[in-house]
Structures are given as structure tokens and as C-alpha cells.
């Protein structure tokens, strides 16, 4: 499938000019402040120079077997970094292309980001993705607890517009939904907590104590772990497990959530990459808005809950993401590997 940047718009004949190894690798900085699952930023570029293209590839040793056998959710944190590629050619002039999954023989080349030119000023929809760059630094999960204030009807039709441009639907899920979706998240909890894989896995990307959280450059520190629930329905991972991290406080989390669910027609890789690019989109859409976020994936991790968590009456075939919304203390800034150690240039 090939796109421009923001779906079907065509900036028309524009004069196209070479991409210098500088701004690629700005970009590519820009690119993986993106979420990605357990933060394992399971991601590689690659920039063609003689074609002025940037091919986005999925890492599979960063891959979470028991949790993501498919890959769906890894899909989704590359889909989210090659949004974040987009919003930083657009916030620097540039109209690209997007061609995604762009050789059958090849799965783990996710996209192709073609450069055709200086966008043209006043070119709606690449307007509005430099519009969301300010937000890509400033996105961080929130693991806190959020304020009962609502979210404005305005900000979430906002919202799920945003996910529209994507081609995904977001829906805000009514009252009985949400305590659906929160009894079946805790049961996808209690199966983690006693599925030793699982416990492992989420072991292996967690980073604690002061030395190893502060130097790490992947995983989930014990900083952005957030407090350890006393009360409250919140959906939020504790990424401490049975572990203990001192010095971490426990706090009340809000007993309604205001969530979303992200879902598509499909399920298959172009699906994924579809959910992945719009949930950036809300995210750093909800960041301009002044809202905290956290995303919640654990109910989906296990297929027959997954299936649950849809409304049955909702068009929304397949749910990709849920997203904790609300307005409350934004998260800490996580570590990323260095932009070197995941873009190749030739
Ligand atoms: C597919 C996917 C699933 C995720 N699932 C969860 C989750 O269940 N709980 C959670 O707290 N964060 C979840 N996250 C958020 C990541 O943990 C987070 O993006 C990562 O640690 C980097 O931190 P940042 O978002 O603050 O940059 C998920 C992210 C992605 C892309």
C-alpha cells in the first residue's frame, strides 16, 4: 500500500531534493521517542541514501515470546516510531510517502519512507502532523494516578478523529464496558502473576535499583514504574511484580478510568501497523491537549480475553490497544538506545 503522509493527499509536483545523513539521523531521534512495549524499542532503520528513502524494520530479538507471539504488539511500537518519522519530516519540510509492508518476501521490512519533495506551506494534512511535533518529546507513559475531572466531549471526538485519519476507529467505551474491560484486565493480571514465562518476561525489561535503572537504555526503569496501587480500578501494569523497589510509594488510582480502545477491521501485520501509527497520533494529539496517557495491553495479551474486550455491538473488529486517558502527572522520560545503534546508512 502506498500513502502520503496522512493518507490520499497528494501535495502534487514538487522539486525533490537530497536527504543528508544529518537530518535522517534527527529524524531517526525523533522516531524512537516512541512507546514501545516493555520499552524494548524494537526497531531498526535504514537509510538509502541513493534512493532518499528510510526503511523501518522490526527487531525480532527485541521480541517478547510469551507475551507477543505474533508480534502484534511489536508491529504496533514500530508502527508508533514510524509515525513519530512522519511528524518529523513534515515539522521539517518534507513531503514523503509512506509505502507500508513494501516486500512480501521480506516481514520485517515494516516501511518504506520515501522522500518527494518540500512540502508545499499550507498543505492540510501534513500541516497537521508538524502540528503534533512538540508533543513526541513530550509524551511519556503516566503511571500515576489521574484526576475524576472528564475529559471534554470536544477532546474526545478530537481524539477519535485523529485515529480516523489513520484509518482506525477509537472508541470510548460506556460505563458497563468500562467494568467489563477493567474485570477482564485483572484477570489477565492474576494470569501473569502466576505464569512464571510471563513473570519472567516482563523480569527481563524491567530495570531496578539505582545503578542499572539510571544506566539502562531499553527496558522499563523503576522510576516510570509509578506507585503501587493501595485502591482504585486504574488499569496500569505494576512492573514491579512480587518484587519490592524501595523507596516506592502506593497512592489511590482513580475507580472509573477514562479509557479508549483502538481497534481495526483486520488483524494482520498492515492492521497493526495501521493501530500502531494512530495510537502515536491520539497520543501525542492527547499530549497537545494537555492529557495524560498510559497505555494497558495485558488483557489483550491473552487471546480469549482479547476477544471479550470488544463491545460485540461495535463495528470494532479487532481491538489493538487500550489507552488510559485523563488529566494528572505526566510520566518520566525513559532511556532510548542510541540513535547509532539502530540506523544504518549506506
Ligand atoms: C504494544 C504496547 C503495549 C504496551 N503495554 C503496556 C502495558 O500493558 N502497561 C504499561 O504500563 N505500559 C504499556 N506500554 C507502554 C510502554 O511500557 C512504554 O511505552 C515504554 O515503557 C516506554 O515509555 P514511554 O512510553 O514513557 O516512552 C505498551 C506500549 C506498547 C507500544
Redesign the pocket.
Known amino acids: 500500500m502506498t500513502t502520503m503522509s496522512g493518507y490520499g493527499h497528494d501535495p502534487g509536483p514538487v522539486s525533490v531534493s537530497t536527504l543528508g545523513a544529518t537530518t535522517v539521523t534527527a529524524w531517526v531521534e525523533d522516531a524512537i ?7 524494548a524499542q524494537p526497531w531498526r532503520f535504514r537509510f538509502l541514501r541513493a534512493e532518499n528513502a528510510i526503511q523501518v524494520h522490526s527487531d525480532l530479538e527485541r521480541a517478547m515470546p510469551r507475551a ?1 507471539p505474533a508480534t ?3 508491529h ?2 514500530c508502527a ?1 516510531a514510524l509515525f513519530n518519522l512522519r511528524v518529523a519530516a513534515a515539522h521539517a519540510g518534507w513531503a514523503v510517502r509512506t509505502e507500508l509492508l513494501p516486500d512480501p518476501a521480506r516481514p520485517c521490512l515494516l516501511a518504506t519512507v520515501r522522500l518527494i519533495g518540500a512540502a508545499r506551506p499550507g498543505a492540510g494534512v501534513e500541516d497537521d502532523l508538524a502540528a503534533l511535533y512538540p508533543a513526541i518529546r513530550r ?3 503516566s ?1 500515576q494516578p489521574f484526576t475524576d475531572e472528564a475529559i471534554p466531549r470536544a477532546v474526545k471526538d478530537d481524539l477519535g478523529a485523529a485515529a480516523l485519519l489513520e484509518g482506525v476507529r477509537l472508541v470510548f467505551p460506556d460505563v458497563w464496558h468500562v467494568h467489563m474491560l477493567l474485570d477482564l484486565v485483572r484477570d489477565a493480571e492474576g494470569r501473569d502473576a502466576s505464569d512464571t514465562a510471563a513473570s519472567e518476561e516482563l523480569r527481563r525489561w524491567t530495570r531496578t535499583g539505582p545503578g542499572t535503572a539510571q544506566s539502562a537504555s531499553d527496558g ?1 526503569p523503576d522510576y ?1 514504574f509509578g506507585p503501587r496501587r493501595l485502591y482504585g480500578r486504574a488499569p ?2 505494576d ?1 514491579a511484580g512480587r518484587g519490592g523497589v524501595p523507596g516506592r510509594g502506593a497512592a489511590v488510582f482513580e475507580n472509573a478510568p477514562q479509557l479508549a480502545l483502538l481497534g481495526t477491521a483486520g488483524d494482520r501485520p498492515r492492521d497493526w501497523l495501521l493501530a ?1 501509527q494512530a ?1 502515536e497520533r491520539v497520543l501525542l494529539r492527547a499530549t497537545l491537549d494537555g492529557l495524560a496517557t ?5 488483557a489483550l495479551e491473552w487471546p480469549e480475553l482479547r476477544w471479550a474486550v470488544r463491545d460485540p455491538q461495535s463495528a470494532m473488529g479487532f481491538v489493538q ?1 487500550v489507552l488510559r486517558l485523563g488529566y494528572g502527572p505526566a ?4 532511556p532510548r538506545r542510541p540513535v547509532d545503534e539502530v540506523l544504518d546508512i549506506v
Open positions: 521517542a516512541a512507546p514501545s512495549m516493555h520499552n507477543d502484534r504488539g511489536l504496533l511500537g508508533a509524551r511519556h507513559t503511571r522499563v516510570a496500569v501494569r512492573f500502531g495510537m498510559s497505555l494497558t495491553s495485558q490497544m510520566g518520566p522520560g525513559t
